[in-house]
């Protein structure tokens, strides 16, 4: 006899009843889960949190009395709870839901730029598909965010000095790059990472976070608040530079050129994803060689497993976060799979081994030009 499946018991957060009916509908619509309440503001979430004990939160942003930053904040640090944002799509929604990230949401869905019903449904799919995902999620305790880097000037994405080709005292004119790649639980994941990364870091790093093009902009100027390196979103043709962090625009694939330079592609998704890791860490390992490391962070799906043996393949370096630190172990797991990681290493152990590897590269190179 087969038992009946529970369903997914889903809080709904938001200040307009036009919306919450719309969510509602959608989230009744699906079988599996079921709308167990509504709460039009923050301090109305976090008393139904505690009341109703949802298995899933759909959390606003802007809303009157508290708003959905400081809803997290509280829910994420007394009564956990998986959190999936739903906003603006807005520069000032893609901050203020990278925040919620940060601040330990699973994800997020962007309300349509009209807000009407038919734009809600067109993302229907994805909303129940992330809010399912969530409610699997081990949720822990948390609502630390980095704290800004305050040591010496602030320094603003964007301002990369013009390197001299062939001058940086690496074979061929060639150094190390890092590719970090990331998707479901990566913003705050990488966050942590970068945070540890200092001005001098003697190699190119490349992101790729599995994100909408118009926040990956934004991103890259909340990394610069929180590290040392220099951070940018990436732009076509220009060259890698070491002590430089690049990210890859939401809306383009990023591949390495013979020449060390970024070519940005806005073809279709690759394996299902734009941008797609693998073929950056593919193209990285063709230019850099043995002067490759990979990192693969929490996520799910499989991309970064072609690109980590490619890496492999060349003589480069392959870290992949461990199950414990990762909010969803789907794309180190399959890392792991493919026989390519080195290193299987929770999240605050990963920047000292990848700093270790990039200065034994960079001693090794160097001598050999003695």
């Known amino acids: 006899m087969n038992a009946t499946r529970k369903k997914l018991r889903v809080l709904i957060v938001d200040d307009s009843a036009f919306m919450r009916k719309v969510l509602h509908g959608i989230i009744a619509a699906d079988p599996e889960m079921e709308v167990v309440g509504n709460a039009k503001d923050g301090r109305e979430a976090i008393s139904m949190a505690e009341s109703l004990k949802p298995d899933v939160i759909t959390m606003d942003i802007n809303m009157p009395h508290m708003d959905g930053l400081q809803a997290t904040e509280h829910i994420m640090s007394q009564n956990p709870r998986p959190i999936v944002v739903v906003s603006s799509e807005s520069r000032e929604g893609a ?4 925040i919620a990230l940060e601040l330990g949401a699973i994800d997020f869905v962007s309300k349509p730029s009209g807000g009407i019903d038919l734009d809600m449904k067109s993302v229907a799919d994805d909303l129940n598909r992330k809010l399912r995902m969530a409610a699997k999620v081990r949720v822990i305790r948390t609502a630390a965010r980095p704290k800004p880097h305050v040591e010496g000037a602030h320094h603003s994405p964007g301002r990369v000095e013009a390197p001299t080709e062939g001058s940086d005292g690496h074979i061929g004119g060639r150094f190390p790059i890092v590719v970090i790649a990331a998707s479901t639980g990566g913003p705050a994941t990488v966050m942590r ?32 608040d929180v590290t040392e390196i220099k951070v940018k979103e990436a732009e076509a043709n220009e060259p890698l530079r070491q002590s430089t962090l690049y990210v890859c625009p939401g809306s383009h694939h990023l ?16 394996s299902g994803y734009r941008p797609c890791a693998d073929v950056t860490m593919e193209t990285a390992a063709s230019w850099a060689g043995t002067m490759t490391v990979g990192i693969v962070l929490t996520g799910m799906g499989n991309d970064a497993s072609r690109g980590a043996q490619a890496i492999r393949a060349a003589g480069g370096i392959v870290i992949a976060q461990d199950e414990a ?3 969803i172990f789907g794309m ?15 999240l605050d152990q990963i920047f000292s081994s990848t700093d270790k590897h990039v200065r034994e590269i960079t001693r090794s190179s160097q001598a050999m030009l003695r």
């Open 193 to 224: 990472l970068a945070a540890a990364f200092p001005a001098d870091f003697p190699a190119a790093v490349v992101l790729v976070q599995h994100m909408p093009p118009n926040f990956t902009s934004q991103y890259a100027l909340q990394l610069a």
């Open 255 to 270: 591949r390495i050129s013979s020449s060390g330079r970024i070519v940005l592609e806005d073809g279709p998704r690759i």
């Open 95 to 98: 901050a203020s839901t990278l």
């Open 325 to 327: 630190t990762s909010i």
């Open 332 to 346: 180190p797991a399959e890392a792991i799979k493919t026989g390519a990681v080195n290193q299987v290493l929770p």
